[in-house]
Nanobody, 127 residues
């Protein structure tokens, strides 16, 4: 069982930066590939970024590649998302998620592959 708590959301102007973080409970954090998703009002929750157990492998949605960076600190049981060059269309509730899948894949991009979710943190980007 993993409990996830996001923090760091807020209001920022377009072009600015923001960092959201997720703290995980439990002593086996390194066993879980992690991901970030977001959900804007009236839209489906969508994949943003994923990271492997060790942190050596990452993957990004096309819409954020080159602007966002996912990272993890397994000693501190945290995963973070650094967001630069923010755009109004990045406005959404951001959720971190943990997968307990045991496959040859290093990370996952599908919502259905994640088993634990945080409560979300609001990110608002003004024009």
């Amino acid at each position: 069982q993993v409990q996830l708590v996001e923090s760091g959301g807020g209001l920022v102007q377009a072009g600015g930066s923001l960092r959201v973080s997720c703290a995980a409970s439990g002593r086996t954090f390194i066993n879980y590939p992690m991901g970030w998703f977001r959900q804007a009002p009236g839209k489906e929750r969508e994949f943003v970024a994923a990271i492997s157990r060790s942190g050596d492998n990452t993957y990004y949605a096309d819409s954020v590649r080159g602007r966002f960076t996912i990272s993890r600190d397994n000693a501190k049981n945290t995963v973070s998302l650094q967001m630069n060059s923010l755009k109004p269309e990045d406005t959404a509730v951001y959720y971190c998620a943990a997968s307990q899948r045991r496959t040859e894949r290093a990370y996952y991009t599908e919502r259905s592959s994640y088993d634990y979710w945080g409560q979300g943190t609001q990110v608002t980007v003004s024009p």
